[in-house]
T-cell receptor, first 115, second 112 residues
Framework: GAVVSQHPSWVICKSGTSVKIECRSLDFQATTMFWYRQFPKQSLMLMAT?????????EQGVEKDKFLINHASLTLSTLTVTSAHPEDSSFYIC???????????FGEGSRLTVL | AQSVAQPEDQVNVAEGNPLTVKCTYS??????LFWYVQYPNRGLQFLLK??????LVKGSYGFEAEFNKSQTSFHLKKPSALVSDSALYFC??????????FGKGTRLSVIA
């Protein structure tokens, strides 16, 4: 089946630094990728929809200057958490929609811990 | 607006017994319904989906779900639970090309 790779799987950073998380579709092209955030023991909350070659669409309440999303190619979207703070610690999951089948595939997630 | 309700935070079942994880949804238009499973510190694994056709959908690992339009439900079932089925289960819905909306999740615990 189709694979979506997220990197890094785990990241620990100091407060005030920026962290970039990559989401790659390994064997298919994706014009649309989605970024979710999951708090402990809670559901996935959609943060933004990322479309290749255009600006991301952010959900209400998500700071676009805080969570920078870039979808520069049909196989890569990146989420940069700028000036991270401890409250940004969370599990971030991306998903990619296949151009061919329209199916949605999920990455394994990236756990961010901000000290 | 789309929404998904998973009324149970936790479901406990003995190994070998049948299990049901409940899900109801609200959506304008035709629903596309999904079940995913999540193990600790892992992403989501697809179990099954309903798009159209037969209301009974069979998926991975022996799971199945029944789409009930009148009750707007899509309950997940398995005839005989395994300890390895213990995980967090999410129901999700979308309509057309809208993003997936997830339920809050139900933690399944299968006891040997």
């Amino acid at each position: 089946g189709a694979v979506v790779s997220q990197h890094p799987s785990w990241v620990i950073c100091k407060s005030g630094t920026s962290v970039k998380i990559e989401c790659r579709s390994l064997d298919f092209q994706a014009t649309t990728m989605f970024w979710y955030r999951q708090f402990p023991k809670q559901s996935l909350m959609l943060m933004a929809t990322s479309n290749e070659g255009s600006k991301a669409t952010y959900e209400q309440g998500v700071e676009k200057d805080k969570f920078l999303i870039n979808h520069a190619s049909l196989t890569l979207s990146t989420l940069t958490v700028t000036s991270a703070h401890p409250e940004d610690s969370s599990f971030y999951i991306c998903s990619a929609r296949s151009m061919g089948s329209g199916e949605l595939f999920f990455g394994e997630g990236s756990r961010l811990t901000v000290l | 607006a789309q929404s998904v309700a998973q009324p149970e935070d936790q479901v406990n079942v003995a190994e070998g017994n049948p299990l049901t994880v409940k899900c109801t949804y609200s959506v304008s238009g035709n629903p596309y319904l999904f079940w995913y499973v999540q193990y600790p510190n892992r992403g989501l694994q697809f179990l099954l989906k309903y798009i159209t056709g037969d209301n009974l959908v069979k998926g991975s690992y022996g799971f199945e779900a029944e789409f009930n339009k009148s009750q707007t439900s899509f309950h997940l079932k398995k005839p005989s639970a395994l300890v390895s089925d213990s995980a967090l289960y999410f129901c999700a819905v979308r309509s057309g090309n809208t993003p997936l909306v997830f339920g809050k999740g139900t933690r399944l615990s299968v006891i040997a």
